[in-house]
């Protein structure tokens, strides 16, 4: 039994770190999703910014808006699937609490268990104790 509860607890504590993992992997695109919406509104700022140097088509415009509302797009769904990877943390934390509590209310009841034992063990090797010394204190009598 205690065996189940320890390895309970052991793939409770492995599903926390495989969502930890994802939860990260999600957060690090978003990141990313997040760095190449800033690039390319730095790059717009510069080409604006230029006072004209570079000057753009109406369809490369409307490209750089199309290529922004895919990012805008991709980083809304990567917002989401974090939100949703912050769940399952939430989850398998509360899945290893659970484990781990289970155990711990194990490992308290095998120590009172132990404890009982190891006490009525002394007792009776207490009684056994008293007993050999009153035959020997009556074997002294009667001689």
Not at 50 to 67: C, H, K, P, Q, T
Request: charged share 40%.
């Amino acid at each position: 039994m205690h065996w189940l509860r320890q390895q309970s607890e052991r793939s409770a504590q492995e599903a926390l770190a495989a969502s930890l993992r994802r939860r990260l992997d999600s957060e690090r695109s978003l990141s990313e999703l997040d760095a190449r919406i800033e690039d390319a509104h730095v790059a717009e700022r510069e080409a604006a910014a230029s006072g004209g140097r570079v000057l753009r088509s109406g369809e490369e415009l409307v490209a750089i808006e199309v290529y922004l509302g895919r990012l805008r797009g991709s980083r809304a769904a990567a917002a989401r699937t974090l939100h949703e990877r912050e769940g399952e943390v939430e989850v398998e934390r509360r899945r290893l609490l659970a484990a781990a509590s289970a155990r711990h209310a194990l490992d308290r009841l095998r120590g009172r268990r132990l404890g009982e034992h190891r006490r009525e063990a002394a007792r009776r090797e207490g009684a056994q104790i008293d007993e050999l010394a009153l035959a020997a204190h009556r074997r002294g009598r009667a001689a």
